[in-house]
């Protein structure tokens, strides 16, 4: 492609110039950094995309105001916990470690997430929030906020502006170690049968952990009764579970451990209510309006969120007019994609453009018999350039990205923007099926 310039919600890009040594130098540093992590290492975003302070500040504070929504949202759909799973129809079997704490269930629901973000000709268009300390990207999006900011100091440029991740994961985890009475410490609970996560990974949050002050450990899901004794000291530590529900459940890992460790004293953040606000039917409730939103409230979904329902056989109002939802799906059905509530990883996701008339049409009709379903209009996303980089030899190529950026929210600060991006034109999952490579988003230098 050509070197214009382009200017956009991205800024003004201009192709940075890179001469062979420094191209070494950074694949060096790629494949150091990011050895044994999912997704792999090569190709790769070879430079950091950077916006203007004004695009990135933005982006942050809608993802701190929607959060709090989310949060709003799930406390006022019912007194209680019980009552919260009725209204969204949640399936219990994803909810097997609540306490008795209600309060502390509430307080501690957003304590991770991940917004999942399309950038329109409009602006960001959240598509989704992924809440639970499960979510993907938290640590590639570290390591490389990191070595890029080396990077630049290495050719004396001014560093980007970013917010250091895990500093923000060791607030979250020492608030809750001092509403517990207990020293900064923290249990890390996955699992090696999960095949996006290595030993490495689980050692890298720990070291990272331990530069603000938390002293961190792995316990792997299998291993985790052994800790539930006297000498476990499973009590004296904040677990974070880092996979979902759900996700255990689709791959038969066994959580009669966890649930017995929750037992024993462990408390873990984000609390098993975070399951609710990962619910993708959540979004679409303020997409349509709930009664206690201010004028304020409305307004910010209406910038930032496409147009979003649970699927019933109900009236609902689409630029400016009164359907019947299912016929309007149905009719409209390039507009739309579907996607189950508590889907995972793309797999529950159907858009309407790339399915046959008689497929779309049978998927809308589960969808409206099980109210399981969100409909969301699709949003056209603006393709920017990206120099990637093609392997460890550094040679780079600029390329067109559909990108679906991804900032992180934790104990109410947002942080951040992890990146997946891919090349393909039309509309569809962003993911590692569609060929999606990795990046991260900064803000420019101040």
Not at 110 to 118: I, L, S, Y
Not at 379 to 407: C, F, K, W, Y
Request: aromatic share 8%; proline share 6%.
């Amino acid at each position: 492609m050509t070197s214009r310039s382009v200017s956009s919600w991205f800024g003004t890009y201009e192709p940075r110039s890179i001469n062979p040594v420094q191209r070494k130098r950074v694949a060096e540093i790629v494949e150091h950094d990011l050895r044994e992590l999912s997704l792999g290492r090569f190709p790769i975003a070879a430079e950091p995309i950077t916006v203007p302070l004004s695009s990135y500040r933005d982006l942050l504070e809608a993802t701190r105001r929607l959060m709090e929504l989310q949060h709003t949202a799930i406390s006022n759909l019912a007194p209680d916990r019980h009552g919260r799973m009725v209204a969204l129809k949640a399936d219990p079997a994803d909810f097997p470690r609540f306490t008795d704490d209600e309060p502390f269930e509430m307080r501690h629901a957003a304590d991770v997430a991940r917004a999942d973000v399309m950038i329109c000709q409009s602006g960001p268009q959240f598509i989704e929030f992924n809440v639970g300390a499960g979510v993907g990207g938290m640590l590639t999006f570290e390591l490389q906020r990191r070595f890029w900011q080396r990077v630049r100091a290495e050719a004396d440029e001014p560093p980007l502006t970013g917010v250091d991740l895990f500093e923000q994961l060791a607030r979250v985890i020492t608030r809750t170690a001092a509403e517990l009475g207990i020293a900064p410490s923290a249990l890390l609970i996955g699992t090696l049968d999960d095949p996006g996560k290595s030993q490495r990974n689980f050692d890298l949050q720990i070291d990272l952990l331990q530069q603000f002050g938390v002293q961190a450990r792995f316990a792997d899901l299998r291993d985790l009764r052994e800790l539930t004794g006297p000498a476990g000291g499973i009590a004296n530590a904040v677990g974070v579970v880092q996979f979902s529900e759900n996700e255990a459940n689709a791959r038969g890992w066994d959580m009669s451990s966890l649930v017995t460790a929750v037992k024993a004293g462990l408390t873990a953040v984000p609390s098993q209510s975070a399951r609710l606000m990962d619910s993708k039917k959540v979004l679409a409730l303020l997409s349509e309006g709930l009664p206690w939103m201010s004028r304020d409230d409305l307004e910010l979904v209406r910038r930032y969120v496409p147009w979003s329902r649970v699927v019933g056989d109900r009236p609902v109002e689409w630029r400016g007019h009164r359907y019947n939802l299912p016929r309007l799906l149905i009719e409209r059905q390039e507009c739309f994609v579907l996607k189950g509530a508590a889907g995972l990883s793309a797999q529950e996701v159907f858009f309407g453009a790339t399915l046959s008339d008689r497929e779309w049409k049978d998927l809308v009709h589960e969808a409206t018999e099980s109210e399981y379903y969100v409909a969301q209009e699709t949003v056209t996303p603006v393709l920017h350039p990206v120099q990637m980089m093609l392997d460890e030899s550094g040679r780079t190529e600029t390329v067109l990205a559909n990108s679906v950026i991804s900032p992180f929210c934790l104990g109410g600060v947002p942080a951040g923007c992890h990146v997946r991006f891919d090349t393909v034109i039309g509309p569809g999952p962003v993911s590692r099926d569609s060929g999606a490579r990795l990046g991260c988003l900064l803000g420019a230098a101040r």
